[in-house]
Every structure is written in C-alpha cells, then in structure tokens.
C-alpha cells in the first residue's frame, strides 16, 4: 500500500486565492511526522512546514497552514492568498518513529497560479 | 552559508560508463541520502547513510554505490549495470534523530545518456 497518497496531479488557482493541496497517509505507528515541500521548476526541493502526530493544534508557516485530521489520516496543505511565485510541484512526506531514517513522498501535485 | 553543494548539475553519460555524482554538506549533519525523481514523480530513496563509513540501501539501490568516508561527504556512483539511469538525482541530509527534523536537499545533478 502507498505510504503516502496524493490525489491531484494538477491543480489551477487564481492569484490572492486559497488553495488546497490534498494528502492522505497510511502509517500503523502512533509517533509520526508530517512534511509539505515545494520544488519549483529549477528542482529544488524547500521545506515548507511540518505536523507531528501528537501536536493538537495545526501547523502554520506564514501563508501556509496544515490541515491535519488525524482520523482521516489526511494531511492537506492550504496556502493562503497565492502569489505568482507558488506555482511548483508540491510534495507531501512523511517519517515514521520506529524507522526514522525514513521518509516517504507522495507523488506531488502541480500547482499553478493564474494572473 | 551553510548547505548541500551537489555537482555537477549536468552529466552525460556513455553507454557501459561508470559515472559519479557529488555530494557535499558543511551542515554538520549525520544522516545523508541520495534519491531519484523521474519526470512529474516523487522521490524514489536509493541510498542513506546515518554515520561515517555505514550506509543502507533504499527502495532502487540496484546498479547504484556509495561510499561515506567523511561525514561531509556522500558521493553516489551510478554503475553500467544501472540501465536506465537518466532522471533527476536529489541529495539530502538531516540535522538529528528527532521526528520533527526535516531534510535539507541540494539543487540536485540531471544524469542523461549520451
């Protein structure tokens, strides 16, 4: 089964919008960590923010917020009031306490911000 | 500044050739790893090393080696014997043990076939 799983392969958002960038998770382990990046086209990859399983309140990092609902298992990114420069791949990821050495990546989705 | 430096950013590789991707930290940081992105896919973990001179092998190790002999240093060899190496190749590390720390990555090396 896919450790991490993201739905949207291509996603379209009109600039000063908010978007939702969806991600599922499938772990067994209570003690888990939750990671957004963003690589945009030149291939970098920049964290973005982080959810541990055990925080109560969601992440946020500036314009971006997490939306965790741990029953759910899900894990979505939102990102406030988009700008030009938001357009990239995004990637959601996750560690697993008992093999922390570990991290697995959804397949992304592509966000692109329209004028 | 502190991060990961990966060279070169473009390789050309021939047929039957062993070829090397660079990878260097000055972040102080144990863990290293090496991973492969094919186009519009995520990360595929090939490699990782938690300490000098100790690696493990990930999901695609096959037709891949490293070698850890210094802690800034993670260097991934792409052998003939991987047949289709061209893709994007991303190294990372990580500061410590903690649930919470993410990876750091570099700007990453494109490998294509000459």
């Known amino acids: 089964a896919q450790k991490i799983t993201q739905t949207q392969p291509g996603m379209f958002v009109q600039e000063k919008e908010a978007v939702t960038l969806d991600c599922t998770y499938d772990?067994?382990?209570?003690?888990?960590?939750l990671f957004w990046y963003k690589q945009p086209s030149s291939g970098e990859m920049i964290f973005l923010i982080y959810?541990?399983?055990?925080?109560?309140q969601n992440a946020t990092e500036g314009r971006y917020s997490l939306n965790f609902q741990k029953a759910r298992k899900s894990a979505n990114l939102v990102i406030s009031a988009s700008q030009l420069g938001d357009s990239a791949m995004y990637f959601c990821a996750m560690r697993e306490d008992y093999n922390f050495n570990k991290f697995y990546f959804g397949s992304g989705t592509k966000l692109n911000v329209k004028p | 500044d502190g991060g990961i430096t990966q060279s070169p950013k473009y390789l050309f590789r021939k047929e039957g050739q062993n070829v090397t991707l660079s990878c260097e930290q000055n972040l102080n940081h144990d863990a290293m790893y090496w991973y492969r992105q094919d186009p519009g896919q995520g990360l595929r973990l090939i490699y990782y090393s938690q300490i000098v001179n100790d690696f493990q092998k990930g999901d695609i190790a096959e037709g891949y080696s490293v070698s850890r002999e210094k802690k800034e240093s993670f260097p991934l060899t792409v052998t003939s014997a991987q047949k289709n190496p061209t893709a994007f190749y991303l190294c990372a590390s990580r500061e410590g043990q903690g649930i919470n720390q993410p990876q750091h990555f570099g700007d990453g090396t494109r490998l294509s076939i000459l």
């Open positions: 959810q541990g399983s055990y925080d109560e």
């Open positions: 772990t067994s382990d209570q003690s888990y960590g």
